[in-house]
């Protein structure tokens, strides 16, 4: 068995602790006689995995009882329409920030349901930068305020949020658990799993208790938030082995010291990367060095042709899937929390070399 580094930006690498803890209980778990795969959602043994994968995750973030944990199906992009479905009713409009891809694609599908006020984009500046809050023009009866802190493509990442008494919710599906967060200055957050909770298949939400209350009954029964958490997230079958494994990585991030133990990592590793990359004029990072990523990290070569050779080599070198986005190409390096330091050295080392080789 090989295992190389992986620097796919989703579905990403896990902890090789939790691969094995899965492997190790595959065909038996707890004495079950069965996988978590094969048990029903409604059997014991499982409702005992969905109560210890929404307590650690509660203790992990410092969440409150005001906010309900629901594990919710669809990916990321469904809840881009879930939300303005759930969320808007009663108001005339949603304010949205525009920083990247992600950001609008959401805006695109939270068209389909209200009338959005895009508050600021940065657009002009090939959203390598976030606009300034002060300049946002924000409705202050609109529904709520999106916003999406990590653009995993552009690898761009902004921790305050704007002043506002809108309920503000977060795409977090590409840095939740990566760093501290004050989950009650937002009124929900959600992030698929694919990066930093687990497998792909579920997605995380929590969300304010008082903000149920919009939830309308017109809506399809599956996707009110309300009565996914009236039946806590078991409305139909939920994702059953990826919510076990979001467990398994919530239990080896308690083993790691938590949110704040990794998020130290998180900057060491990301320091280590982007130094290397400004110190050298063969590779390039162009994202305003207040709001770059430290979980993707995008990175170009001066001579782009180099470019095809760089993935081909660096895939042969044992570090896997470094190319960036279809939509923007050059390189792209993802190092969530389960990425170790190693990984990034191994990463500096190959370009380091490469760039010896090229320039
Ligand atoms: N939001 C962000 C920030 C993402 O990075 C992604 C996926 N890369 C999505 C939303 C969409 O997620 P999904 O593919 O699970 O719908």
Redesign the pocket.
């Known amino acids: 068995m090989s295992r190389v580094y992986n620097f796919c ?2 579905p990403a690498a896990l902890p090789e602790a939790v691969l094995k803890k899965a492997q190790a209980e595959m065909l038996d778990w707890h004495g079950a006689g069965v996988s978590v795969m094969e048990m029903s959602h409604r059997s014991t043994e499982f409702m005992s995995i969905l109560a210890s994968a929404k307590a650690r995750l509660m203790r992990l973030l410092d969440i409150s009882d005001d906010y309900e944990v629901l594990f919710v199906q ?5 809840l ?1 329409a879930q939300i303005p479905a759930n969320l808007t009713n009663g108001f005339d409009s949603a304010c949205y920030l525009d920083t990247g891809a ?1 950001s609008t ?2 805006i695109k599908e939270a068209k389909k349901y209200t009338k959005v006020n895009v508050v600021a984009s940065s657009k002009e500046q090939n959203y390598t930068t976030v606009p300034a809050f002060a300049d946002l023009e924000l409705d202050e009866s609109a529904a709520y305020l999106h916003v ?1 802190p ?4 552009g690898g761009l990442e902004f921790a305050d949020l704007p002043e506002t008494n809108l309920p503000i919710i977060a ?1 977090l ?2 840095t939740i658990l990566s760093r501290k967060i004050d989950v009650s200055k937002y009124g929900m957050i959600y992030a ?1 799993a ?2 930093n909770v687990g497998p ?1 298949g579920v ?1 995380i939400c929590i969300i304010r208790k008082d903000l149920l209350a919009r939830c309308s009954d017109s809506l399809p029964t599956v996707w009110n938030f309300a009565n996914l958490a009236a039946n806590d997230s078991m409305i139909n079958t939920p994702p059953t082995f990826a919510i076990y494994l979001a467990d398994l990585v919530f239990e080896w991030l308690e083993e790691q010291g938590g949110v704040e133990a990794i998020e130290a990592v998180n900057i060491a590793k990301a320091k280590v990367l982007y130094d290397f990359i400004d110190a050298s004029d063969f590779y390039a990072n162009p994202i305003d060095p207040a709001y770059r990523s430290r979980m993707n990290v995008p990175f170009t070569l001066a001579d782009a042709s180099l470019e095809s050779l760089f993935l081909e080599e660096s895939e042969a070198a044992g570090l896997r899937t470094l190319a960036g986005h279809r939509s923007v190409g050059g390189m792209r390096a993802s190092i969530y929390n389960a990425m170790p330091m190693a990984g990034i050295e191994a990463l500096i080392q190959f370009m380091r070399e490469f760039e010896n080789r090229h320039a």
């Open positions: 930006s989703g669809g990916g990321a992009s469904t881009f992600w694609k959401a999406c990590n653009e995993t493509i795409d599906s590409s698929g694919q990066k792909a997605v």
